[in-house]
């Protein structure tokens, strides 16, 4: 009986205490990388970043194609209870990570910029649907 209560005085000791978030943070002007379909928070402003879609169109490596094509990234940018969809793109048969090959964005007084979105498609990975994107979120 006393390994009970006593157990049960840790559960609820060990419940009350505050959840650490394992995510890492964020600040403004550093590159992040934005998992599709996973929330990424930045800055003291507690801004939210979430890739919702990516809709493929670049030239796979490996293939021939009439356009180079792009990629287009729905991603929805939060600041407390205010959402603003942005839509980037990624240029096709283009790999500079520098930020030639991406888009820019403006939503709640912020820049938006599209580096990169990875995996670049290829003969071999076309079915590969783990997008990041890599960005970088300034203030305007």
């Known amino acids: 009986m006393k ?27 550093e590159t992040i990388m934005v998992p599709l379909n996973q929330s990424i928070q930045v800055g003291n402003e507690k801004i939210n970043l979430l890739v919702s879609e990516v809709k ?11 356009q180079a094509g792009t990629a287009k990234i729905s991603m ?32 709640h007084g912020y820049t938006v910029k599209l580096f990169y979105l990875y995996p670049y498609p290829s003969a071999d990975n076309n079915g590969n649907r783990d997008y990041k994107a890599k960005v970088m979120i300034i203030k305007k």
Request: proline fraction near 6%; charge should be negative; hydrophobic fraction near 35%.
């Open 56 to 66: 493929e169109g670049r030239c796979p490596k490996g293939t021939n194609c009439i």
């Open 76 to 107: 929805d940018v939060a600041i407390g209870d205010e959402v603003s969809p942005i839509t980037l793109e990624a240029k096709g048969l283009c790999e500079d990570e520098s930020g030639k090959c991406g888009s820019t964005a403006y939503a």
């Open 3 to 29: 390994l009970l209560t006593l157990l049960s005085f840790c559960v609820i000791l060990f419940s009350a205490c505050p959840k650490v978030s394992n995510q890492p943070t964020y600040n403004l002007g």
